[in-house]
């Protein structure tokens, strides 16, 4: 076999220590290209842009700026900066967890979802928003090595607790060796709501949307219950999201039919 292809992204842009996290994981495992936004698009999902134009250059040897999404810069890259289909996209390493509900609102999961998507293996990565992401190297060498050995084709959401925080003294890249790695699903990840309204200096009303993270009654098997008790949380994500079981709207709608628009309304 050819030896492999890997493109690295992320959603904090190419400048993003866990970038260079990332690509140094990955780097002597196959053949490596970075493709990453200019600049941060945390939040971003799985936004593509199709309304306008994008541009990419190349800043050193293999690595690759996009004006655009973590989305746009797996395509562009799969599709075009690539010789061919990337078999592996690894997307970090972002600081600050991605958990549960997060995974829809994550630029870095939006890009290894999109490198899925585009027929790759892919794995999200993330760290505890305190945690170095250098800890996260010998992860993702491991379950990238694992990726790449297995038939199946394979999409991983992965979050690392605050490791080094019982390590002190120890180089990060070596603080998660020998550590297991626990299977979780997604777990609820409630936020405080909150609408922010301040004034601008010229007098214009502006918002800042979200609160921070509060008590989710974390459930052991969930990935905000792994993190929260010290354990590495890999999570095998799919992208259907249709509900698993149709029956109870099969026998719901069973009886109704499209109702008529037309003026009159209901029969009296
Ligand atoms: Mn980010």
Known sequence: MSRPLILVTNDDGILAPGLAALAEAVQDLGEVLVCAPETE???????????????????????????????DCVYLGSLHLCARRPDLVVSGVNPGFNL???????GTVGG????????????????????????????VRTLAKVLL??????????????????????????????????????GARPYVEQVERRQDPRGQAYFW????PRDAGEKQGEDTWAV?????SVTPL???????????????LEHVSVASTSAGGEPT
């Not at 992965?158 to 699903?185: F, H, Y």
């Not at 929260?228 to 590495?232: E, K, T, W």
């Not at 799919?238 to 719901?252: E, G, H, N, Y």
């Open 238 to 252: 799919v992208l259907d999201i249709t509900a698993p079981a149709l029956s109870p709207w099969q026998s719901m």
């Open 112 to 139: 290894a979802a999109e490198g899925y998507i585009r027929g790759a293996s892919a794995i999200a990565v993330s760290v505890h928003a305190r945690e170095s992401p250098r800890v996260a190297i010998p992860i």
């Open 149 to 186: 050995a297995s038939s199946q084709r394979s999409l991983l959401n992965v979050n690392i607790p605050w490791l080094s925080r019982e390590a002190p003294g120890r180089a990060a890249d070596t603080v998660a060796e020998g550590l297991p790695l626990q299977v979780t699903r997604l």
């Open 228 to 232: 929260l008790h010290g354990q590495i």
């Open 41 to 71: 698009r945390s939040g971003s999902s799985h936004a593509i842009t199709l309304h306008s134009h994008l541009r990419t250059d190349e800043i050193k040897p293999g690595w690759f700026r996009v004006n655009g999404t973590p989305v």
């Open 100 to 106: 549960g509900s997060d995974v829809f609102y994550s």
């Open 209 to 212: 949307i979200g609160g921070p």
